[in-house]
């Protein structure tokens, strides 16, 4: 079989996974870089291959171009859940397609670095530092401060926690939340319009699905505090990125934190990069030991159970 392993950006695949006896078997061939190019790339690079592993939602399996990958047997992808594989395609043509565990944790903990560095201008004064200078900005205190949340799953109930740990006056919205299932985790439901407006930090912890697709634009950026914090490692096309630049731009809010991003990786000239008031991170929310360890040990387990006619973790099964 012909197995590609794709966007092991860090070349951490060998390390954190045996697949010893995968190569020794089978043809394993580990993508360093991410295929560019659009459809006609992905095409080019996989349709040789049998077996296809993705990491998260980094390249677009649609069903035009899963039509021209004609020997694709199986495939996996991190996590259990991918809106980049057209899963009823591949069910439609027999290709079953497994997913892997992960942590609830790895995100929020950069979803609060990022609200900290925004927060106390650290990369601000750590460059600062760097170039003999000394205490050029004020930092926006937390305790007693509003987090607001959008959406409240697993991740928004994490966020959450730390932020009552903080002393803060958690408040959260998404359109099926109800007052009492805020309550369990003592977070105030408000409606959408009213967390922008009062939050002094907001955090995105929502699903991406149709329904939520620019979810968050420039009437909910305009009716931020000018002292807001604005963070986004949930889904880039929950939120209008050009309307959140805008603001920025005309300094409508204090600053923002971002992680993920429309275009992946994000292109050199990409205005993004040199946005004021943001710190930037590249879609690290769940790039950790621990979450890698467990993506790849389970991806290699997910192949060889299908090699060996007992596929686990079926997806779309």
């Given at each position: 079989m012909k197995i590609a392993v794709l966007d092991d950006y860090q070349g951490v695949a060998k390390q954190f996974?045996?697949?010893?006896?995968?190569?020794?078997?089978?043809?394993?061939?580990?993508?360093?870089?991410?295929?560019?190019?659009?459809?006609?790339?992905?095409?080019a690079a996989l349709k040789e291959f049998d077996v296809i592993a993705a990491m998260?939602?980094?390249?677009?399996?649609?069903?035009?171009?899963?039509?021209q990958l004609p020997n694709l047997k199986y495939m996996v992808t991190t996590g259990m859940r991918?809106?980049?594989?057209?899963?009823?395609?591949?069910?439609e043509r027999g290709i079953p397609c497994s997913g892997t565990a992960g942590r609830t944790q790895t995100t929020p903990e950069l979803a609060w670095g990022l609200i900290l560095a925004v927060?106390?201008?650290?990369?601000?004064?750590?460059?600062n530092m760097r170039t003999g200078q000394w205490q050029q900005t004020v930092g926006l205190d937390l305790e007693e401060?509003?987090?607001?949340?959008?959406?409240?799953?697993?991740?928004?109930?994490?966020?959450?926690?730390?932020?009552q740990a903080f002393k803060m006056d958690v408040v959260a919205w998404s359109q099926n939340l109800t007052e009492a299932s805020a309550a369990e985790v003592g977070v105030r439901r408000v409606d959408k319009e009213q967390l922008f407006r009062e939050a002094d930090v907001i955090t995105v912890q929502y699903k991406h699905s149709e329904r939520s697709t620019g979810l968050i634009g420039a009437a909910?950026?305009?009716?931020?505090?000018?002292?807001?914090?604005?963070?986004?490692?949930?889904?880039?096309?929950?939120?209008?990125?050009?309307?959140?630049?805008?603001?920025?731009?005309?300094?409508?809010?204090?600053?923002?934190?971002?992680d993920?991003?429309?275009?992946?990786?994000?292109?050199?000239?990409?205005?993004?990069?040199?946005c004021p008031r943001t710190v930037l991170t590249p879609h690290l929310g769940y790039v950790s030991h621990d979450t890698y360890r467990l993506f790849y040990t389970e991806t290699v387990e997910d192949i060889?159970?299908?090699?060996?006619?007992?596929p686990v973790r079926l997806i779309n099964g």
């Open positions: 996974a045996n697949w010893s006896d995968l190569e020794a078997a089978h043809d394993v061939e580990i993508f360093r870089e991410h295929i560019g190019g659009g459809r006609d790339a992905v095409v998260r939602e980094r390249t677009v399996f649609d069903k035009a171009t899963l039509e991918n809106s980049s594989i057209d899963m009823d395609y591949l069910k927060a106390r201008n650290i990369p601000f004064e750590d460059n401060k509003t987090l607001g949340i959008v959406g409240l799953g697993r991740l928004g109930r994490e966020m959450a926690r730390i932020g909910e950026f305009g009716a931020m505090k000018p002292t807001g914090i604005f963070v986004n490692t949930s889904r880039a096309a929950i939120i209008d990125m050009n309307a959140l630049m805008e603001t920025l731009q005309a300094g409508r809010i204090a600053g923002a934190g971002v993920v991003y429309d275009d992946e990786p994000v292109p050199t000239d990409h205005p993004i990069r040199s060889e159970a299908w090699l060996a006619g007992v």
